[in-house]
């Protein structure tokens, strides 16, 4: 099986969903003022290398602890469902020290991109689509997390507060969506006979 459109587009929105770079938006004007300035390509290569590697190793890591993909996909539908409560209800389930390091490898590159959230994901991804779709997927939004870095001002001001809201509000949907997809196909569960 190679590269198919459908699947590529899949784990893109998945993918973009999760990451949820125009939502970071206001984290990251506020870091770099903090901070001065943000080296957009480093920010975003760092982050691409973590999330490459787990994909690459995280399923022989997860058979040396004894775990099949689908339970690690199930695992990680619970945690994409919780971040998706975060988003549309604006609350704080996960906890970040902002004590820890700062600029453009931690916290930027590190949480906020390449988190547990999205590594989590890749993970759960695999056990739907192929790799080779799901590393086009992730390519994809390493272009946007690098655009968005470089012109995080410019957004800030075409969105505003409100526009910024409605996004999160919409992914976040949209991610609880997936996230009981993920946990469905994954269980074995047939919801269109079971009437």
Do not use: C
Not at 140 to 162: D, S
């Amino acid at each position: 099986m190679g590269f198919d459109l459908k699947e590529i587009l899949a784990t893109f929105m998945v993918l973009f969903a999760v990451i949820d770079i125009t939502g970071s938006i206001p984290i990251i004007v506020d870091i770099k003022s903090r901070v001065g300035r943000i080296e957009s390509g480093k920010a975003t290569l760092v982050a691409f290398s973590i999330m490459l590697a787990f994909l690459i190793i995280g399923e022989p890591l997860l058979g040396f602890f004894g775990v099949d993909i689908y339970s690690f996909a199930i695992a990680g539908s619970f945690i994409l469902f919780f971040l998706a409560i975060e988003m549309v209800l604006g609350i704080q389930l996960f906890r970040h020290d902002p004590a820890v390091g700062g600029g453009s490898i931690v916290p930027i590159a590190f949480p906020l991109i390449a988190g547990a959230g999205s590594i989590t994901t890749l993970l759960s991804l695999r056990s739907s689509y192929h790799w080779i779709n799901i590393l086009a997927g992730l390519m994809a939004n390493m272009v946007i997390v690098y655009l968005v870095l470089r012109a995080t001002h410019w957004f800030e001001k075409l969105l505003g507060p409100t526009g910024l809201y409605i996004l999160q509000k919409f992914f976040g949907i949209i991610l609880m969506a997936i996230a009981i997809h993920l946990f469905i196909s994954n269980t074995g569960i047939d919801l269109t006979h079971g009437r």
